[in-house]
């Protein structure tokens, strides 16, 4: 029903293309998860399985607090602004918004097209890596610079993250300290890079 009263009873003809993708690969969809109206109007009822006092983080919150709370390993999950990234900062899992068309939003509501993206969140790495695979197959994302060509890169580079707990609110951070903070940034052989 796409989480809106407007929608309310609707049910899919079809699985959207990236739940079509993931089936393929052998992944077994549990079933749909809370979203922010509209991806800003009214939160679900979803709260942060870390501390239920704080919010999961946006329109994608159902699918990473179900990654956190351990329910599924693997999440689908949409962005048009920061609706993978801040709900994965937030719940302490790791976060994927690939380039703009990397993953098919083919069956999904769009918001604003021109930067509506669909992504993943998982508990780890790995699966990560495997979820995005199965989505865009290597070699598949052709990017479309807008500045001068990158120099090819013979080798991928790659950075070692580790996971953290879920950043520490503001208001108990003691005074003078800063909030620790929790955001991971991939950068792997899918990535468009300038050298």
Known sequence: DWGTPIHAGR????DAAVVKMLKQAGAIIIGTTV???????AAGPTRNPHNLAHTPGGSSSGSAAAVAAGMVPLAIGTQTVGSIIRPSTYCGVFGLKPTHGAISLEGAMPLAPPLDTAGLIAADLDTLYAGFRALVPEGA???TPLGPSPAPISEPRTV???QSAPPTPPESTAPGQRPPLSIVYLRGPFEHRVA
Do not use: C
Not at 35 to 41: F, L
């Open 11 to 14: 049910i899919a003809r079809s």
């Open 35 to 41: 979203s922010t109206e509209y991806a800003n109007v």
């Open 141 to 143: 994302v052709k990017s």
């Open 160 to 162: 070692s993250a580790a």
